[in-house]
Structure formats: C-alpha cells, structure tokens
Nanobody, 124 residues
Framework: QVQLVESGGGLVQAGGSLRLSCAAS????????MGWFRQAPGKEREFVAG?????????YKLSSVKGRFTISRDNDKNTMYLQMNTLNAEDTAVYSC????????????????WGRGTQVTVSS
C-alpha cells in the first residue's frame, strides 16, 4: 500500500516562499504520476499541478500559479516537491499530494493515493 506524507507547510508573509515535500513509501515511486491539490476554506478542492512518473512532463492546471510554483520530483528519494514563490493570500489552503498508478497521467485524471495534507497560510 502506497503512503504519502506531506511536509513543509506553515505560515508565511505575502511575497514569501515555501517548499512542500511529499514523501512516498510502499510502492515503486517512479511508476506513479504525482500531483498537488489544494482546498481553501469554503471552497472546493482544486488541482494545482502534476508531474509524470519520470519527471519529464509537468503540468500546471491553475493559471494563477504559473510562473510562481514549480513541481518536481526526485525518484531516488521517493519524494515530490512543490516550490511556491511570491505567495499571496489566495494561496492559503490545505495542500495535498496525490498519486496515480498510471505514470503518464500527469493531469491526475485518476487518483489512487492521497496524502493527508499540509496547511499553508499566507498572511497579507
């Protein structure tokens, strides 16, 4: 059974940066496409970005994060990252990592594994 554990969330001032990590265990990490979702208070969960199993393809669903967020992965460390720069209050949310058993499903059309999430709070 694959387990995903996020870390790196916290409180940051507007304009600041955070790097989220998602550590995977229990499976063959490089065979999974991975991605980040977020859910702000009172809003539906939304897909932020995805990455293929090899890391060769990345995809950013939200136009608001393009140029500010960078998704990456280190298959030797079984870890995925989300570097978030120039944060603003609208980025405040619980960020969850997710995995698809289909390595090229970088749009995460199916999610087989979820992490519990990490809170990101941006103060203005």
């Amino acid at each position: 059974q694959v387990q995903l554990v996020e870390s790196g969330g916290g409180l940051v001032q507007a304009g600041g940066s955070l790097r989220l990590s998602c550590a995977a265990s229990g499976g063959t990490f490089r065979t999974y496409a991975m991605g980040w979702f977020r859910q702000a208070p009172g809003k539906e969960r939304e897909f932020v970005a995805g990455i293929s199993g090899s890391g060769s393809t990345t995809y950013y669903k939200l136009s608001s994060v393009k140029g500010r967020f960078t998704i990456s992965r280190d298959n030797d460390k079984n870890t995925m990252y989300l570097q978030m720069n120039t944060l603003n209050a609208e980025d405040t949310a619980v960020y969850s990592c997710a995995g698809s058993a289909v390595s090229e499903d970088w749009q995460l059309t199916r999610v087989d594994y979820w992490g519990r999430g990490t809170q990101v709070t941006v103060s203005s």
